[in-house]
C-alpha cells in the first residue's frame, strides 16, 4: 500500500508541476482519477447494471425526454461554438499556429472556460446511451460506442489540465458546430413519423462528418513542418484521432449509400409480398426510414434511433 502511495504521489506531481495553474483547482481538475472512475462508472452501468435492471422490465418510451434531452444538447452546444468563438476563433487567433495564451487576460480566460465546459459536455452526452439502455435498445450500444463516449472525458481532461486554448481547440469548434446540426437531426427524428419522412439529409451529416476529420487532420498536422510554440504531443493526439474516426465514418459511409443497385433490389422485399413496397424487419416503410438505426458512425459517435413508426408489426 505505501509503494502505491508513493507512485500515486510521485505521479500526481507529474501534473501539479505542468499543468495550467489556471484550471488546477477547478471542479475535477485536480486529479486524473475522478474522471477515470466516472468514466469506468458508465462502462459499467451501460455494458452491464443497466442491462441487467431492465432484463425483466418492458422499455421506457421516454419520448418528451428524447425531446427535452436534444433540444438540450442543441442549446448547449449553439452556446460553446460561441464561446469558441468568442475565446478567440472570430478574429483572435490564428489558423496557421496558435500558441495557447497562458496570461490572464479576458479573452484568454474566456477560451480556458470553454475549454472547460466542453469537457463537462462528454458527461452530458453520456446521456445518449442511457438512453439506449432504458428503451432496451441494447443491441445499439456497441463496443465501440461506448469506448468513444467513455474515453472523451478522459481525453479532454489532459486538453484541459495542459492546454486549456491555443491550437486544438479548433477540434471544439468544429465538433460543436457539428453536434448543433447532429442534435438538431435527433431531436426532429424524436418528434415522431410526420418529422421523420422530412430528414432525407443523413447521408449529408455524414460528410459534414468526414469533412470535419479531415480539416482537424491539415489543422493539426501542419505544425509538424512549422516552428509553432504548441506541444507536439497534443498535435500527434489530436491529428490521430481524426485520421481514426475519418476512416471510421468513410467505412459507414461506402456500407450505406454505396451499396451496388443489385444489393438494394435484393433489400427491397415487401412483408406482404407485393412488389414496390420495401419494408424491413423494424416496420419502417421505404422513404429513408426503413433501416432500423443508423450506425454509430453515422452520427459522429452517437448512433442515431427513430421512434419506431405508428403501424407496429
Request: glycine residues 6%; hydrophobic residues 45%.
Given at each position: 500500500?505505501?509503494?502505491?502511495?508513493?507512485?500515486?504521489?510521485?505521479?500526481?506531481?507529474?501534473?501539479?508541476?505542468?499543468?495550467?495553474?489556471?484550471?488546477?483547482?477547478?471542479?475535477?481538475?485536480?486529479?486524473?482519477?475522478?474522471?477515470?472512475?466516472?468514466?469506468?462508472?458508465?462502462?459499467?452501468?451501460?455494458?452491464?447494471?443497466?442491462?441487467?435492471?431492465?432484463?425483466?422490465?418492458?422499455?421506457?418510451?421516454?419520448?418528451?425526454?428524447?425531446?427535452?434531452?436534444?433540444?438540450?444538447?442543441?442549446?448547449?452546444?449553439?452556446?460553446?461554438?460561441?464561446?469558441?468563438?468568442?475565446?478567440?476563433?472570430?478574429?483572435?487567433?490564428?489558423?496557421?499556429?496558435?500558441?495557447?495564451?497562458?496570461?490572464?487576460?479576458?479573452?484568454?480566460?474566456?477560451?480556458?472556460?470553454?475549454?472547460?465546459?466542453?469537457?463537462?459536455?462528454?458527461?452530458?452526452?453520456?446521456?445518449?446511451?442511457?438512453?439506449?439502455?432504458?428503451?432496451?435498445?441494447?443491441?445499439h450500444v456497441s463496443t465501440l460506442h461506448v469506448i468513444h463516449h467513455g474515453c472523451m472525458p478522459m481525453s479532454v481532461w489532459f486538453g484541459?489540465?495542459?492546454?486549456?486554448?491555443?491550437?486544438?481547440?479548433?477540434?471544439?469548434?468544429?465538433?460543436?458546430?457539428?453536434?448543433?446540426?447532429?442534435?438538431?437531426?435527433?431531436?426532429?427524428?424524436a418528434l415522431g413519423p410526420q418529422i421523420q419522412k422530412y430528414l432525407w439529409w443523413k447521408k449529408y451529416l455524414t460528410s459534414l462528418q468526414?469533412?470535419?476529420?479531415?480539416?482537424?487532420?491539415?489543422?493539426?498536422?501542419?505544425?509538424?513542418?512549422?516552428?509553432?510554440?504548441?506541444?507536439?504531443?497534443?498535435?500527434?493526439?489530436?491529428?490521430?484521432?481524426?485520421?481514426?474516426?475519418?476512416?471510421?465514418?468513410?467505412?459507414?459511409?461506402?456500407?450505406?449509400?454505396?451499396?451496388?443497385?443489385?444489393?438494394?433490389?435484393?433489400?427491397?422485399?415487401?412483408?406482404?409480398?407485393?412488389?414496390?413496397?420495401?419494408?424491413?424487419?423494424?416496420?419502417?416503410?421505404?422513404?429513408?426510414?426503413?433501416?432500423?438505426?443508423?450506425?454509430?458512425?453515422?452520427?459522429?459517435?452517437?448512433?442515431?434511433?427513430?421512434?419506431?413508426?405508428?403501424?407496429?408489426?
Open positions: 500500500m505505501a509503494a502505491i502511495m508513493r507512485f500515486y504521489d510521485s505521479f500526481q506531481s507529474v501534473f501539479d508541476k505542468h499543468g495550467d495553474p489556471r484550471t488546477a483547482s477547478w471542479f475535477l481538475m485536480s486529479s486524473p482519477l475522478p474522471t477515470l472512475s466516472i468514466c469506468l462508472s458508465y462502462v459499467f452501468v451501460v455494458k452491464v447494471l443497466g442491462p441487467k435492471l431492465m432484463e425483466n422490465r418492458k422499455p421506457f418510451q421516454l419520448k418528451n425526454a428524447l425531446i427535452v434531452y436534444n433540444l438540450f444538447q442543441v442549446i448547449f452546444s449553439s452556446w460553446l461554438f460561441y464561446e469558441c468563438l468568442m475565446g478567440g476563433w472570430w478574429g483572435e487567433y490564428s489558423f496557421r499556429c496558435q500558441p495557447v495564451d497562458k496570461s490572464h487576460n479576458p479573452t484568454a480566460m474566456r477560451m480556458v472556460h470553454a475549454c472547460w465546459w466542453y469537457y463537462f459536455s462528454k458527461f452530458t452526452e453520456f446521456m445518449d446511451t442511457i438512453f439506449f439502455v432504458l428503451r432496451k435498445k441494447n443491441q484541459v489540465k495542459f492546454t486549456p486554448g491555443g491550437h486544438s481547440t479548433f477540434f471544439g469548434l468544429l465538433n460543436t458546430f457539428v453536434h448543433i446540426i447532429m442534435y438538431s437531426y435527433y431531436l426532429l427524428a468526414m469533412v470535419q476529420f479531415v480539416a482537424i487532420m491539415v489543422h493539426a498536422f501542419q505544425l509538424l513542418f512549422i516552428d509553432c510554440n504548441y506541444p507536439r504531443a497534443f498535435v500527434w493526439w489530436i491529428g490521430l484521432h481524426a485520421v481514426m474516426f475519418f476512416f471510421l465514418f468513410k467505412e459507414f459511409y461506402n456500407q450505406q449509400y454505396n451499396k451496388p443497385k443489385k444489393g438494394k433490389q435484393a433489400e427491397a422485399v415487401s412483408a406482404n409480398g407485393k412488389s414496390g413496397e420495401t419494408t424491413k424487419a423494424n416496420g419502417h416503410s421505404a422513404n429513408g426510414f426503413n433501416k432500423q438505426a443508423a450506425d454509430y458512425y453515422a452520427s459522429g459517435g452517437d448512433l442515431i434511433h427513430r421512434p419506431q413508426a405508428a403501424k407496429s408489426k
